[in-house]
């Protein structure tokens, strides 16, 4: 397998249920993130793993958990979400302090119920 | 502070003709990239071009090339000989390297472009 994939596409879940979205990338990056994008708004970046380490978190709400095990996989844990998080989940990955592209998943359209 | 402005929220082209996307970017940063990306209604985000600030020459990708205007902060897509497959939304985007060693990647608010048969 190639590129960047995403597990599941597509999530429906309640709020009080608890899930993942799970990313894995096959280009070598050592630099993965996760996006966040709603309905008319722009691209909004929620969190920056670079080598393996977190080194962004733009304010994103503690229901909003993410898990880097290794440079290849990235998680993100949902639990207690709200209606409003209903959006489509992309997943990056590129190479860390370059300016090469970043390589998108083809993302987890999320539904919170 | 990055920023990266798409002025036209929508363009209608008929099939055939050359489209070009408008774009124009502001950063204190000497170093940065500029990327063009399509999202089809399966929300993919597909990369297209790539043009470094360094780069003397202008960017092509088969139908895509990147008008890189340097002096006037704009790098814009035209797309020749448009397809039906072409229709989809554009966005343009930023990566920026600070003398701090952040990295961050800015995007627009995506131009959508529908291609008329």
């Known amino acids: 397998e190639t590129g960047v994939t995403q597990t599941p596409r597509h999530l429906v879940m309640g709020m009080t249920n608890k899930k993942s979205l799970k990313c894995e990338q096959h280009?070598?990056?050592?630099?993965m993130y996760w996006y966040k994008q709603s309905a008319k708004k722009p691209l909004e970046l929620m969190f920056v793993y670079s080598l393996e380490e977190r080194v962004e978190n733009n304010s994103v709400p503690s229901r909003f958990s993410p898990e880097c095990p290794n440079s290849s996989h990235l998680f993100l844990h949902l639990h207690t979400l709200q209606p409003e998080d209903s959006a489509l989940y992309l997943c990056?990955?590129?190479?860390?302090?370059?300016?090469?592209?970043?390589?998108f998943g083809p993302g987890t359209r999320l539904t919170v119920l | 502070a990055q920023k990266i402005t798409q002025t036209q929220p929508g363009m209608f082209v008929q099939e055939k003709e050359a489209v070009t996307l408008d774009c124009t970017y502001d950063?204190?940063?000497?170093?940065?990239?500029l990327f063009w990306y399509k999202q089809p209604s399966s929300g993919e985000m597909i990369f297209l071009i790539y043009q470094g600030s360094y780069d003397q020459q202008n960017a092509t990708e088969g139908r895509y090339s990147l008008n890189f205007q340097k002096a006037r902060k704009s790098a814009n897509l035209v797309i020749s000989a448009s397809q039906l497959g072409d229709s989809a939304m554009y966005f343009c985007?930023?990566?920026?390297?600070?003398?701090?060693?952040?990295?961050?990647?800015?995007f627009g608010t995506g131009t959508r472009l529908t291609i008329i048969p």
């Open positions: 280009l070598g990056h050592n630099a």
């Open positions: 990056a990955s590129s190479q860390a302090q370059t300016l090469d592209t970043q390589y």
């Open positions: 950063t204190s940063d000497p170093s940065y990239g």
């Open positions: 985007a930023m990566r920026t390297i600070s003398n701090f060693g952040n990295e961050k990647l800015t």
